[in-house]
Structure formats: structure tokens, C-alpha cells
């Protein structure tokens, strides 16, 4: 059964330094997130991709982050200087986003420690 | 702003017992409502999708329920097994741009744990 695959699965940076974390969504799904979730805490929403452009993004947002789709399967979120507040677990789902059900699968995940 | 509630937080019961895990949500202009199981360091795996105009979706032993106007799902889940020891998550999709772009608002989760 297709799924979504995250890398690395852990990821280690100093302070300020600039992380990728990557993703290959479903294929043939049109809609691509990203989600963070700090330890102990909830799952939020951070962006939402579609058609070579962000559709929606959250408060969480802001300029230290961007996404792309550099090619026809990755779909990447940049962290241009992390800070010790971004070590979290990242989530990248994907959704077919046609017939109006829109269910979301989700990756493994990718947890990023900021040192 | 939507905001999602869990309750109970956690729950631990016996095997073999039929349980329901609560889910409520601030906002009724939902376009689908999902719940999801989370393994402890894990990503989530999608259990259940309801659309706003379903009432119910099944799915092996697992119902949820939805009742958009009053902000409730739930879900029950028959005859339990340790194998269903999870974190349990609901989460909304506001229907804003037609429901794909937007992201979903998670509530914390119920942690449960079926004991052998």
C-alpha cells in the first residue's frame, strides 16, 4: 500500500544552523502538508502545498520556514536558523484532495533536535 | 479559532471491554472531522474519515460518530484488545477553501491502555 516517507528520521543541529527535512508524498495526491509536534503537546498545523504554491500556512509560519517541490516526487521544509524552540517532531502528510474526501496520510515523521 | 477537546485524557481498561473515546470541537463548520491512532514515537495512522454530511463511518471494531451540531464525535471502539494501546487523536478540517488546503486542528488525544 503506497505511504508517505519521510528523511532523515532523526536530525541533530546546532542553534542557527539551516535544516531540510524531506518528504515523498503519496503519489498521485495533489495536496501536501507539514505538521510539527513539540513533545507532550499537540499536533499542529504549519503549511499547506498545492499546486507549486502554499494554499494556507498557520501562525507558526513565519519567514524562518519554506517549503518546496523541487522535483515531481520530494516535497521539502526548510528551516533557514533553527532554534532550541523548533526541536520537535515534523510530520509531512498528503492527500488525494479530489471526489471531496480529503483524508490525510501521514509520514513516520522526522525529529529534529536544535543543540 | 477552533479549538479541539479530548476526553478523558487517558484511559486503561481490560481487555475484551467495549470503550468510547469523546471528542469535541468549538467550531460546526467542519468539512470532515478524522480520527487518527499514534504509537508512541511514531506518525499517526488514519483510523477514520467522516465528511460533514456523514453521521457514522465503520471500520472493523471502530464506529465514530459525528454530530456536527452540537460539536461532537465519538469514538467507539468493540471489543478491545492490548493491541489497540495507543494515543487516540480527533482532528478537524474547517471547510474554508473547500476543505483540501486547509490543515487540520488536533486535539490532544486519549492515551489508552487495554490491559491483558
Known amino acids: 500500500e503506497p505511504e508517505v516517507t519521510q528523511t532523515p528520521s532523526h536530525q541533530v543541529t546546532q542553534m542557527g544552523q539551516e535544516v531540510i527535512l524531506r518528504c515523498v508524498p503519496i503519489s498521485n495526491h495533489l495536496y501536501f502538508y507539514w505538521y510539527r509536534q513539540i513533545l507532550g503537546q499537540k499536533v499542529e498545523f504549519l503549511v499547506s502545498f498545492y499546486n507549486n504554491e502554499i494554499s494556507e500556512k498557520s501562525e507558526i509560519f513565519d519567514d524562518q520556514f519554506s517549503v518546496e517541490r523541487p522535483d515531481g516526487s520530494n516535497f521539502t521544509l526548510k528551516i533557514r536558523s533553527t532554534k532550541l524552540e523548533d526541536s520537535a517532531m515534523y510530520f509531512c502528510?498528503?492527500?488525494?484532495?479530489?471526489?471531496?474526501?480529503?483524508?490525510?496520510?501521514f509520514g513516520p515523521g522526522t525529529r529534529l533536535t536544535v543543540l | 479559532k477552533q479549538e479541539v477537546t479530548q476526553i478523558p485524557a487517558a484511559l486503561s481498561v481490560p481487555e475484551g471491554e467495549n470503550l468510547v473515546l469523546n471528542c469535541s470541537f468549538t467550531?460546526?463548520?467542519?468539512?470532515?472531522l478524522q480520527w487518527f491512532r499514534q504509537d508512541p514515537g511514531k506518525g499517526l495512522t488514519s483510523l477514520l474519515l467522516i465528511q460533514s454530511s456523514q453521521r457514522e463511518q465503520t471500520s472493523g471494531r471502530l464506529n465514530a460518530s459525528l454530530d456536527k451540531s452540537s460539536g461532537r464525535s465519538t469514538l467507539y471502539i468493540a471489543a478491545s484488545q492490548p493491541g489497540d494501546s495507543a494515543t487516540y487523536l480527533c482532528a478537524t478540517q474547517e471547510g474554508d477553501s473547500g476543505g483540501g488546503a486547509d490543515g487540520l486542528t488536533f486535539g490532544k488525544g486519549t492515551h489508552l491502555i487495554i490491559q491483558p
Open positions: 502528510a498528503s492527500t488525494p484532495g479530489q471526489g471531496g474526501k480529503n483524508e490525510q496520510f
Open positions: 467550531d460546526s463548520a467542519i468539512y470532515n
